[in-house]
């Protein structure tokens, strides 16, 4: 069982950052793989990062590649998500998600477990 709550969200301004963490419950972290997603109001929820359960690959959107990086702290049972050179098209729920699934998982519905959501607003 793996229960995620997303936090760090908030107001910034353009060009400016923020640090989004997900903290996870269970004993089972080390074995998910993560991933971040995003939703605007009246778009779909797109893919932004994923990181495996190792650690040792990470996965980007185009759209943030460059700008955001994803890392997580299985001793923490921690997992975040750097944003940078933020800009306001970036303005969106954020959440966390986990999968057993290994590989390249960029697909909503391929997580079985979410976070509630943390919103980001990014100001021009």
């Known amino acids: 069982q793996v229960q995620l709550v997303e936090s760090g969200g908030g107001l910034v301004q353009a060009g400016g950052s923020l640090r989004l963490s997900c903290a996870a419950s269970?004993?089972?972290?080390?074995?998910?793989?993560m991933g971040w997603f995003r939703q605007a109001p009246g778009k779909e929820r797109e893919f932004v990062a994923a990181?495996?359960?190792?650690?040792?690959?990470?996965y980007y959107a185009d759209s943030v590649k460059g700008r955001f990086t994803s890392s997580r702290d299985n001793a923490k049972n921690t997992f975040y998500l750097q944003m940078n050179s933020l800009k306001p098209e970036d303005t969106a729920v954020y959440y966390c998600?986990?999968?057993?699934?290994?590989?390249?998982?960029?697909?909503?519905?391929?997580?079985?477990?979410w976070g509630q959501g943390t919103q980001v607003t990014v100001s021009s």
């Open positions: 998600a986990a999968t057993p699934l290994s590989g390249s998982v960029v697909h909503d519905y391929e997580y079985d477990y």
């Open positions: 269970g004993r089972t972290f080390s074995a998910y793989g």
């Open positions: 990181i495996s359960w190792s650690g040792g690959s990470t």
